[in-house]
């Protein structure tokens, strides 16, 4: 999953960023509306996490835009983060669009929950993940085959929750670079192919991530 988190004060900031990409998520930063509003011009995010207090400009203003402004590419779900706590901040938020809010300052075990529910509001399925004898727990962030433990890096595990989010479906490397990579990984190198070698290799036999000739690849579904 994808993520970009607009958020002003940097050392909160950092600290969900380490957070999140520790659990395999892929993390953009923005710091301010032109940063989010750049990045959400050239990449469609599965979660936008957005501040609403901005520094050159208000994130309720941003997340209205996301509805109907063409240069934007809106995120699959938002969630507010943002200090402003009354009724009225919650209910403006909401019906801006927003799928979730959650008030400053807030539990990170708590941000984790809710973006496994916004991913679940998508049809992802809950936190424990089965595709054939494969099994994801998102939660512990455990990953099996066939009841042996596997251990796998945060990328390896953010590729194989990607996949198992979408068995049967061919997926090109450049998919595999937008929802899986942030904006640090490098098109151009092999990464996407490294990466998914050594999984493949951890899951052992039979194999169950194919190569579909210039298309890309598929996690095979029972």
Do not use: Q
């Amino acid at each position: 999953m994808r993520v970009l988190l607009v958020e002003d004060d940097p050392d909160l900031s950092e600290l969900v960023t380490l957070g999140l990409r520790n659990e395999s998520y892929a993390v953009d930063v923005a710091a301010t509306y032109r940063e989010a509003e750049e990045a959400l011009r050239a990449t469609a995010y599965d979660v936008a996490c957005l501040d609403l207090g901005l520094p050159d400009g208000d994130g309720l203003d941003l997340l209205r835009r996301l509805g109907g402004d063409e240069w934007l590419r809106r995120p699959r779900r938002t969630l507010v983060l943002t200090a402003r706590d009354a009724v009225d901040d919650r209910v403006a938020g909401l019906d801006a669009g927003a799928d979730d809010y959650l008030v400053k300052p807030f539990h990170f075990a708590e941000l984790l929950a809710r973006l496994r529910a916004l991913g679940r509001r998508d049809g992802e399925g809950g936190s424990l993940l089965r595709v054939g004898d494969l099994e994801l727990d998102l939660v512990a962030h455990r990953a099996r085959r066939a009841g042996a433990e596997l251990e796998l890096t945060s990328r390896e595990f953010a590729l194989l929750r990607y996949f198992m989010h979408h068995p049967g479906r061919v997926l090109s490397a450049e998919d595999l670079l937008e929802h899986v990579w942030d904006a640090h990984a490098n098109p151009f190198t092999a990464s996407v192919r490294v990466i998914l070698s050594r999984l493949r290799r951890k899951l052992g036999d039979p194999p169950v991530i194919t190569t579909i000739t210039s298309a890309g690849y598929r996690l095979e579904s029972p």
